[in-house]
């Protein structure tokens, strides 16, 4: 009995002791796997250190383009359509026929009117052959003051309506001359309005017969809205803008394909009063257009240049992200980890972005390599070549 008694004894404190060896060794395995790590290895970034400096502004606006003198053709008689005598759209030169109207009613009137001029002629030739003889016999008294009055009243009669017999041929001349329609300026013509045959009335809607836009120089016409003017004057009072010398404005064109225009425009006139129905005022820019290139009605993006930005911060378009929170750029503190900077940003001016409030002269903000980083990280800021170095033999390491 006590035989076995032993045997049991001795046989769980065998097996007490094979699980106490069993968690020793787990916990010793824990332990090494426990161990602290070091810090992490600092990742390659490119920085670049921001300093003020003066950078152009550029502010974008809708415009469309409008010819410098556009006239539109107008018949000033009445009378059928004969013939259109240009090529519709395209370039006219000024005093170039556009229209004939039938002259013949016009011609007839002036015969008729120098046909009357000689009558008058006659009438006054008669009268003043009368006052001749009469004259010297009413001065030896051997005719009547009567007949005298009765000669002089002939001849400035007669010289009257002379006179206006001038003054129909005129009238009558200048009709007939009406009757051919030349361009007033030098420009591209538009479509007729109505065709061979047709009749025109003077000074109805039919009397509107085409227009003539000169194309060079072009206007360009854009509107700027209340707050967009009231934020430039904003900026100018406190010296974050400086206008030009002599507020001379400039324009530069985008066209629709997203080609700059080769031209410079030159800003010649503002409209002095908001409009009440859309609350902006319209601006306008004259510029050179000597190949036709720029249309009327022509849809185009202005750039107002001229004025310029002083101490302005600016980091390239690439380094700012954009998140839930607003823009966002990385920053290299003072212990070389990454920071990231919750940051306003202005206008873009080529491949930069000006940044208004979030960032100070002197700071590195980071332009390569954001995309792997996180804040409190150690980085290592290298040269451009460096990076893009490393970046190129990372797929040859891997293979």
Not at 135 to 164: C, F, H, M
Not at 202 to 209: K, Y
């Amino acid at each position: 009995m006590s035989t076995n008694i032993d045997f049991t004894r001795r046989t769980g404190l065998a097996f007490f002791l094979c699980i106490v060896l069993f968690f020793a060794t787990i916990l010793a395995s824990c332990s090494k796997h426990e161990e602290p790590k070091g810090p992490p290895p600092a990742v390659e970034v490119v920085a670049i250190t921001i300093q003020p400096r003066t950078i152009p502004a550029m502010f974008p606006f809708v415009a469309q383009i409008q010819s410098s003198h556009q006239v539109d053709v107008m018949a000033r008689v009445s009378g059928f359509l004969e013939k259109i005598s240009y090529s519709e759209g395209k370039q006219v030169n000024k005093g170039q026929i556009l229209f004939q109207i039938d002259k013949k009613p016009y011609q007839a009137a002036v015969d008729v009117v120098k046909a009357e001029m000689e009558i008058r002629e006659s009438q006054l030739w008669t009268a003043r052959a009368s006052y001749n003889r009469i004259k010297p016999l009413a001065d030896q008294n051997a005719a009547s003051k009567s007949d005298l009055d009765t000669a002089i009243g002939a001849v400035k009669s007669a010289e009257a309506g002379l006179q206006q017999a001038q003054a129909n041929l005129d009238k009558a001349n200048l009709d007939l001359g009406y009757t051919t329609i030349t361009s007033p300026v030098s420009g591209v013509s538009g479509q007729s309005k109505i065709r061979e045959g047709g009749y025109i009335a003077a000074g109805s809607q039919s009397a509107t017969l085409t227009y003539v836009a000169k194309l060079d120089p072009a206007w360009v016409d854009f509107s700027i809205s209340q707050n967009e003017q009231a934020d430039a004057l904003q900026k100018v009072d406190s010296g974050r803008l400086v206008p030009p010398k002599g507020n001379r404005y400039t324009v530069e064109l985008e066209l629709a394909d997203g080609h700059r225009y080769p031209q410079i425009g030159v800003v010649n006139f503002a409209e002095p009063s908001f409009s009440k129905e859309t609350g902006t005022f319209l601006v306008r820019a004259q510029i050179p257009n000597p190949k036709g290139d720029l249309r009327p009605g022509m849809f185009v993006k202005a750039y107002l240049t001229g004025a310029k930005r002083p101490n302005a911060l600016a980091v390239p378009q690439k380094s700012v992200q954009q998140t839930a929170n607003g823009h966002v750029i990385y920053i290299v503190n003072t212990k070389g980890q990454v920071d990231v900077r919750l940051v306003t940003v202005g206008d873009w001016v080529g491949p930069d972005w000006i940044i208004n409030e979030g960032l100070k002269a002197g700071e590195q903000v980071i332009v390569d390599g954001i995309m792997r980083l996180a804040p409190g990280m150690p980085v290592k800021v290298v040269s451009p070549e460096q990076w893009k170095a490393a970046q190129a033999a990372k797929p040859a390491a891997g293979k």
